[in-house]
Every structure is written in C-alpha cells, then in structure tokens.
C-alpha cells in the first residue's frame, strides 16, 4: 500500500505560479511511476503530467507543455509539479497518483492504470 497526501494548492492570479507536492507514504517510493491529473466541476478527471521510477521520463498533456514541470525525489518520497503562468482554465482540483513498475523509464498516462490515488489539492486562478 501507499498513502499519497498532495499539498501546495491555493487561489493565484492568472499568470501566477504555484508548486504542488506529493508526500508518499508505504513500499518503496522509488518503485512507483508517478503522475498527476486534475478534474474541474462538472468535467472527467483528466491527465496532467507523468513522471517514471528513475525521474528520467516524463510527459505532459499539450495545454501545459512549457509551463508545467513534473519532478521527484525519491530520497524525499516526493513528486513535485511546478505550474507556472497559470490560467484559470487550469482551476480544479489536482490529484497525485502511483503505479508500481519494474521499469524504471515507463510513463503512465492512462487514468485506470493507476494503482493509488491522493485525495487531492484545489488550484484555482483568478482572471
């Protein structure tokens, strides 16, 4: 098992920044593909950005390419994502999620491939 608590979440402008951490508890942190996803009222949760085991690979959806950063450390047990010149189209609530791999490069970017889920951090920006 393991337990994933986000933090970091809040109210900024648009064009602000803000940085949301993922505090995971349990097995081997390291052995856990990692990602993010958010939801909005009245919409699907959807995809934001994944990172693999090693912290070498990660990917993104296109509407965050260039202002988002996904990252980890895994001495820490933390996976970080890094949103800067934010819009209020990215107000919602952000979820961490885990998925535990034997390859260390793999991203995980399908919702129901994930195994553990945070309880999530709401983001919301002003215009």
């Known amino acids: 098992q393991v337990q994933l608590v986000e933090s970091g979440g809040g109210l900024v402008q648009a064009g602000g920044s803000l940085r949301l951490s993922c505090a995971a508890s349990g097995h081997t942190f390291s052995r856990y593909a990692m990602g993010w996803f958010r939801q909005a009222p009245g919409k699907e949760r959807e995809f934001v950005a994944a990172?693999?085991?090693?912290?070498?690979?990660?990917y993104y959806t296109d509407s965050v390419k260039g202002r988002f950063t996904i990252s980890r450390d895994n001495a820490k047990n933390t996976v970080y994502l890094q949103m800067n010149s934010l819009k209020p189209e990215d107000t919602a609530v952000y979820y961490c999620?885990?998925?535990?791999?034997?390859?260390?490069?793999?991203?995980?970017?399908?919702?129901?491939?994930?195994?553990?889920w945070g309880q999530g951090t709401q983001v919301t920006v002003s215009s």
């Open positions: 990172i693999s085991w090693s912290g070498g690979s990660t």
């Open positions: 999620a885990a998925r535990k791999t034997k390859n260390t490069i793999v991203v995980v970017t399908t919702l129901y491939e994930y195994d553990y």
